[in-house]
DNA sequence: CATCTTGTTGTACGATCGTTCAATAACGTA
DNA sequence: TACGTTATTGAACGATCGTACAACAAGATG
């Protein structure tokens, strides 16, 4: 009987040092944001997850919305992170380069729907909220560098290749542009796949890039102005 | 003095037909959507952009959730419903049908970060309402039928055009795959200028979509696969 | 003008929200 | 072992949530 009965030596919960702690919270929050969606945001449900009591958020958080943007801070560092090493992984051709970065972008852990669930909800926050836009602003610029760095190597490269009369004449504006097209292309597959998994597999959004990026750097104005 | 005094012939509230108060309840929402996002879908919050009690939302619906679920339901087809008039004025050559299309997409009242504000909150609650998840199956399929249109005779076009030799070749895989990136590209950039409105203009978005169904028709397999 | 129907009001209720705070106890240190 | 620091607990608070419902009144009907 009684298995549930403490032995007297048993701590009734451990002390953990306050930047474990804090970490600890951050992935419950992210766990309840994949689990539940919008309701998931509540103290209680995320100190339940992590296995801790209700006050103790506000011991290691100012309030609900410092953790929450913590939380959206780690997620983003996470993905970026993930597309850099990715990327730095891969071998030294810009081909490969660009290959790798959207193999990583078409493949769990990114291609989960649960993921795309806590994209929307922080989505959501962002409008309302000074916080959630800082760490947005902080954090998406690297993953804009890595992209437009990438697209930058495979225009140059083809332009190098391609004739040594015009080597020059591909305007700066191209790359803003293909930098943006190729970002609404790769968010729309990964939207499009998070909402309807059936419609099509990986590797079909994965060539549909790289398509767009070949028919791109062909021609030297590629499709970005007709 | 007391200029609110009310005359005693003055009538405290009107009533309305049921039908008229639940579509001026439903716009209600969608405001109230639009001003403080996912804070907004309370029902004294809309009952009050609604200007009526709070007791009004359960007599006309019989929960919070069928309200915002109805609220989803006409958002949806105004959308489809502007998207279907826009390319029925259009002319009947299936270039200017697009360009009407890419206009309807990428000026107001579509594009705007009101709008997005909205699309986000109902896509945060898909996942977990089969409400929503019902209302979206059947509204959407129109706005994909419209699409896959368009591009069947785009494509159609040029394969007629270009040689009458190998008239049947393009596969039907390539419509499919085509739909999937033209619908990924108008949303990703769609997305990207609602929440950074100042990087590129409506118009490049436009030029951007156009320039890719261009490589998509020029040959005839087009970008779709290497 | 009296009557009836029913759209509308506004209070009340229980649940849950985020936050506060005094009490508790885990664990390093002397 | 005794002490001190502080991470942790859990009850309590006021605010707000969605819903129910009895009372009210607008407007059609006779």
Redesign the interface.
């Known amino acids: 009987m009684t298995p549930r009965q403490r032995s007297p030596k048993q701590p009734r919960f451990r002390r953990q040092l306050p930047e474990e702690r804090r970490q600890a919270l951050i992935l419950a929050t992210i766990e309840c944001l994949k689990r ?4 998931g945001l509540s103290v209680r449900t995320i100190s339940a997850a992590a296995g801790v009591s209700v006050g103790l958020i506000n011991h290691h958080f100012p309030n609900k919305d410092e953790l929450i943007a913590a939380a959206y801070r780690y997620f983003n560092n996470e993905l970026v992170g993930a597309m850099l090493a990715a990327v730095a992984r891969a071998a030294d051709s810009p081909r490969e380069r660009l290959h790798a970065f959207l193999t990583a972008s078409f493949s769990p852990p990114n291609l989960d ?1 649960d993921v795309l ?1 806590v994209w ?2 922080f ?6 909220s000074r916080l959630i836009q800082r760490v947005h602003q902080e954090t998406y610029e690297d993953y804009v560098r890595l992209v437009r760095g990438m697209l930058a190597e495979l225009m140059t490269e083809a332009r190098s290749k391609e004739s040594r009369s015009n080597a020059a004449r591909t305007p700066r504006a191209d790359l ?2 293909a930098a ?2 190729f ?7 990964w ?2 796949w998070c ?1 309807e998994p059936g ?2 597999r990986p590797a ?1 959004a994965i ?2 890039c ?3 990026v ?2 791109l750097t062909r021609r030297t104005r ?5």
């Open positions: 539940y969606g919008h309701d729907a669930t929307v909800v989505w959501g926050l962002y409008r309302h803003r542009l943006i097209g970002t609404a292309l790769v968010d729309g597959l939207l499009e909402l419609t099509f079909e060539a549909l790289e398509a767009w070949g028919s590629g499709p970005a102005l007709e």
